[in-house]
């Protein structure tokens, strides 16, 4: 291992946050951010079979436990807030079409997005304010955030599952409806489900 591969390798272990290469350059002075990359390559592939490695989550770098390892580290987290039924479908909306303003969560949701649900998903990290839309009454956008996919373990947003992925996982169950409806879906369907949960004398089973 060269000196500027061990001096990116003892910069990474200081950190208290991941670094991006350009970061990591700055950090040590007077490196390349070309001959950064390049020692990030090397020590990721000399990590690679070992029980820590080196990883890149939306260009930044950090270490973290072999998945197959990861089972002897876990511990059960008192989790103070559970993620929503409503927050799962914002963010998954969030993630599949950012930026998006509310009024168009709420399009695609079919009902209206309560602001404590987009400020859990802030709260937590995984969301942030994007800007504003450039029309009229400049509504505010959200997107992802870098904790996002290192969280979910997606190294960009490409890394997302595709629809077909998450309806064979069940895990687009909270939101099938509104990508069936982006996706041309029966409207025959939609407007039987609105009517029995709209009648009181349909029986919902």
């Known amino acids: ?3 500027l ?3 990116v390798e003892a910069a990474l272990f200081a950190a208290e946050e991941p670094m991006t290469a350009e970061a990591i350059a700055g950090f040590l002075g007077d490196a390349a951010v070309g001959d950064v990359r390049a020692a990030l390559r090397q020590l990721a592939e000399d990590y ?3 029980g820590i490695q080196l990883v890149e989550r939306a260009k ?3 270490f973290e436990t072999a998945p197959d390892l990861a089972h002897l580290l876990r511990r059960e987290k008192e989790q103070l807030r559970r993620l929503s039924r409503a927050a799962t479908e914002v963010l998954a909306i969030i993630a599949y079409h950012e930026p998006v303003s509310r009024a168009e969560i709420e399009s695609i949701r ?3 997005t309560s602001g404590g649900t987009l400020d859990v998903l802030m709260e937590a990290g995984w969301v942030k304010i994007a800007g504003r839309r450039e029309v009229p009454g400049r509504p505010t956008i959200y997107a992802t955030t870098p904790e996002f996919l290192e969280h979910f373990g997606l190294a960009s947003r490409r890394d997302l599952p595709g629809i077909a992925e998450l309806r064979a ?3 687009l169950d909270p939101v099938e409806d509104a990508y069936e409806e982006l996706m041309g879906g029966d ?3 939609a407007a039987q489900e609105t009517a029995a949960h709209d009648d009181p004398e349909i029986d919902e089973g």
């Open 1 to 3: 291992m060269d000196a």
């Open 5 to 7: 591969a061990r001096a």
């Open 48 to 50: 690679a079979p070992r």
């Open 60 to 62: 930044r770098w950090h």
């Open 110 to 112: 079919g009902v209206q």
């Open 169 to 171: 996982t069940g895990l």
């Open 187 to 189: 409207e025959a369907d």
